[in-house]
């Protein structure tokens, strides 16, 4: 089906693993986007992209990495798991910047690190 | 910088009452205002949007319009339903980038 599509959608790690949480969309958006979920804080931006190898940072993107290689595929890496790391991830796509461009959502990735 | 203030929630409703979520934002230029909703278990999807001044953004029922004057997007529906029960978002973009600022987010409650 088409969409954007996150794997895995639960995920149980441990502190100091690297962990990749995939991100795959099917509408050949230029901007795509990875936010994560915390109570009281809402959706915090972590990092973002214009389009394939084209990355910037966000709000919140220390211990993060990610990567672009191909338009319709954004992982995003945490290279060394922390507890404060716990939460939901959300990854988005849209078209084109600004205005009122409308962004996409995942369904989530829950992860909980240990 | 933008910010986006979403009033405390949770918020109960019964079913068929009267609806009204504030919120207001912070922003250089003339940005565009959006209201997401998350439903459990799945993620943000579009409610509705307004670009410009005075206008007013509408689906399911649910209605906002931009306020420039107080800096306001609330959204409102006249007779909610239980299946309006989600975490409702406000958020705003501005500028030539694609960033969206978002709110807190509010969790609605309705009871039959």
């Known amino acids: 089906d088409a969409g954007i599509t996150q794997s895995p959608r639960y995920k149980i790690t441990e502190t100091g693993r690297q962990v990749t949480l995939m991100c795959h969309q099917t509408?050949?958006?230029?901007?795509m986007f990875w936010y994560r979920q915390d109570l009281g804080h809402g959706l915090r931006l972590i990092y973002y992209?214009?389009?394939?190898?084209?990355?910037d940072k966000g709000e919140v993107p220390d211990g993060y990495v990610v990567s672009r290689s191909k338009t319709e595929n954004f992982p995003l890496t945490l290279e060394s798991a922390t507890r404060s790391q716990t939460s939901v991830y959300f990854c988005a796509s849209s078209s084109a910047s600004g205005g009122a461009e409308t962004q996409y959502f995942g369904p989530g990735t829950r992860l909980l690190v240990l | 910088g933008n910010s986006v203030t979403q009033m405390e929630g949770p918020v109960t409703l019964s079913e068929e009452a009267f609806l009204t979520i504030n919120c207001t934002y912070t922003a250089t230029g003339y940005p565009s205002l959006f209201w997401y909703v998350q439903y459990p278990g799945e993620g943000l999807q579009l409610l509705l949007k307004a670009t410009k001044a005075d206008d007013k953004g509408s689906n399911k029922g649910f209605e906002a319009t931009y306020r420039k004057e107080t800096t306001s997007f609330h959204l409102e529906k006249g007779s909610v339903q239980v299946s309006d029960s989600a975490v409702y978002f406000c958020a705003l973009r501005s500028g030539a980038n694609s960033k969206l600022t978002f709110g807190k987010g509010i969790t609605l409650s309705v009871r039959p």
């Open positions: 992209s214009a389009a394939a190898d084209i990355t």
């Open positions: 509408w050949s958006h230029s901007y």
